[in-house]
């Protein structure tokens, strides 16, 4: 079945170290997107990518970076400048429709503590 | 700029009983409309979308939703509500000028009572 893969599930890291979420995707989708979801405030957007080997900021990067060197994956490292990294991160993906009418598939998220 | 409101943040109903969930958004032109639902520690999966055509839209699991352009809402109704219904629904908006992104609202956690 094609979905989206997210790991790993569970992540604690200690503070000053950088960590990376992996997701994976089968479904043939151009764009790949980053969330972070915090309690009461939905979902942010970090980083998105609509074609390989290229990527945009979203409303939240500082702290955060990407890559996209495969259609299929859209790692990212949560670095030590991020100020408060704990939360659940989500990844989705889509075709490259670019005209909004797009449904995101999401993956089952990465919950990252910080110690 | 399109940004989504979601005017509760918990609704407590009980088993069997009807609910609303509400969504107001705001766009500078035509948009586009999605629910997701999210379960714990989960993605978000879609309950139902509007992108043109009928305002009643349909959805999975008995769910669905009205766009209404002259108030800006596109609320999502269930006409009896059962205990695996309990999730947070999310609300969001896209529209052409933004490059196929989605904004969300802050979501609104739906506990059915028995």
């Known amino acids: 079945d094609g979905g989206i893969t997210q790991s790993p599930k569970y992540l604690f890291r200690k503070e000053g170290q950088n960590v990376t979420l992996s997701c994976e995707q089968n479904?043939?989708?151009?764009?790949m997107y980053w969330y972070r979801q915090d309690p009461g405030q939905g979902l942010r957007l970090i980083y998105y990518s609509q074609i390989v080997n290229d990527f945009q900021k979203g409303d939240i990067a500082e702290g955060y970076s990407v890559s996209r060197e495969k259609k299929e994956s859209f790692p990212l490292t949560v670095t030590s400048a991020q100020k408060n990294p704990t939360a659940f991160y989500l990844c989705?993906?889509?075709?490259?429709?670019?005209?909004?009418?797009?449904?995101?598939?999401f993956g089952a998220g990465s919950r990252l503590t910080v110690l | 700029a399109q940004s989504v409101t979601q005017l509760d943040s918990q609704v407590p109903v009980f088993e069997e009983a009807p609910v609303e969930l509400r969504c107001n958004y705001s766009?500078?032109?035509?948009?586009?409309l999605f629910w997701y639902v999210q379960y714990p520690n989960q993605g978000l999966q879609l309950l139902l979308k509007y992108l043109s055509g009928s305002t009643l839209v349909k959805g999975i699991n008995g769910f669905e939703a009205e766009f209404n352009k002259s108030q800006t809402s596109f609320h999502l109704r269930k006409p009896s509500v059962h205990i695996s219904d309990t999730a947070e629904y999310f609300c969001?908006?896209?529209?052409?000028?933004?490059?196929?992104?989605?904004?969300f609202g802050d979501g609104t956690t739906l506990t059915v009572k028995p």
């Open positions: 766009s500078s032109v035509s948009v586009y």
């Open positions: 989705a993906s889509t075709t490259g429709d670019l005209s909004g009418a797009n449904v995101l598939t």
């Open positions: 479904l043939n989708h151009d764009a």
């Open positions: 969001a908006v896209s529209d052409r000028t933004n490059a196929g992104k989605s904004t």
